[in-house]
């Protein structure tokens, strides 16, 4: 136990030092939010597969698959979809150059676009930050047998995280997570065969499971898979870490092959994760039914009790070292974004438009320490990290991703519509969520099964409908946009309106007239 305990303190201590040391390189905000754009394609698959390899992953969907089994997939293919069309906006999400997804929504539609977008970061995030730090208690309290609570080491956890994010930014979140991107796959890569093995053989596995563990479905219908899916699908299409690391990326062709690197690594090692608590079902079937072990949802620990208890020393280690890599590399990002969101869409775009660098350093700094406390009061409101992460991925996929993709797929969405899409999203689901905390019963008999729309693998339906509506709606009944609001998002520089006025202005060595459609008036460009 005392080694072990040793990897899990000393594993981060050692990221934190690497993070002091690289905090030398932060000269400016710039450098702080985007690492000054110069990030190389490994590095950037590196801290992309950490940002997305998460507690949501580890313990969440280790959680579903030990309940469920294979069909757990379905909650992780939803990211892998969302992964195939991030591949083509990649390129064009580097190429605007901004520095956070709310910038995109003002580009593309106005302030109060900015605003809103905003609001479901910080709240989605937040959420999302404290559930890692839940799981970094749950590790703290499953090696030291007990001798550190699960209340303790998430303190503990969230203590490190604040300190990790607030001291180098983006610059140490990409350095460290090559480290922590290797660990990770070689602890879960390692773990998977040798249980396999330990238990007999593929053979010997499944037939200690339940029969629904190798059925597609699981048990479950359609819908089911839709509102498992659906959020992990949408999230990543409106992970704003994802588009942050995107603008940090040294240029375009980076910024693409990065996502193909991050299809790769997010697949393997998320099959991987499932299949390793598939495993645990069949060597700990009492997980099932017990909650000793931190209190509640011992199911969601399979992992960390496979390293605890079905692992050697050497491949325990490494694999809870990987535990730790997930929950820090994921918590930092997820503290990074909103405190971005804050300090330069909040703080410089409304209160003090000539901030300097270190103004908004400091303000940026006192976010994500404000945020931490607030992660810890949030962690108190959800009974599963399972449930805390489809409530997270459902507020920004019901929000802010359809008019992110409207914005790079639809010209003809207009200012007024992206702004009813995200206040449509945002207000319906913190709406359902705080009616039904009153009282309000949101159960719809569909097909002769049950369906609490107010419970966090449905909720994300609503929302989307509600979004997605009021966005194509709005748009149809209102003016469409000017050429020069939907441009930057379809056509590369050097091609389009403003590039061919310009070629006509210098041969004819005159002013060019307004095009009525285009909204650009004479000498506007």
Known sequence: MSTLLAVVILYPAVLLGVSLWRSRAVKSHDDFMVAGRAVPVALLVGTLVCTWIGSGSLFGGAGLAYRTGIAELWFSSGGWLGLIVAFFLAARVRRIAEYTVPDLLEKRYNALARVLGTIAIVLAYVTIAAYQFRGGGWIL????????????????TAVVIVLFTALAGMVSIVTVDIFNGIIITLGVLFALPYMVFELGGVSAVTSALPAQHTEPLGGHNILWVFGVAAPTFLLILGESGMYQKFFSAKDESAARKAVVGMVVGIVVIEVALALLAITGRAAFP???????????????????????????LAGAAVLLAAAVAIVLSTGNTFLLVPSTNVSRDLYQRFLNPDASERQMLVVQRLAIAAFGVL???????????????????????????????????????????????LAGGLFTLVGIAVASRLGVDFTLVLGGTEFDFASSDYIVIPGVLASTGLMIATSLVTRPSPRQKWEPF????????????????RQAGAQPEADPASGIEPGEV
């Open 286 to 312: 009492d997980l099932m039914e017990s909650t000793s072990i931190v209190g509640r949802a011992a199911s969601e620990t399979v992992i960390l009790y496979i390293a605890r208890h079905g692992l050697p």
């Open 490 to 505: 379809f056509v590369p520089p050097g091609e389009g309106l403003e590039a061919a006025i310009e070629q006509e202005r």
């Open 375 to 421: 992660a810890l009061l949030l962690i108190t409101q959800f009974d599963t990290i399972l449930a805390m992460a489809l409530y997270a991925y459902s507020l920004v996929g019901a929000s802010l991703t359809p008019a992110l993709l409207a914005a790079f797929l639809w010209r003809r969405v207009t200012v007024a519509g992206g702004v009813a899409c």
């Open 141 to 156: 309290s499953i090696v030291s047998d007990g001798a550190i609570s699960p209340d303790t080491g998430m303190y503990i």
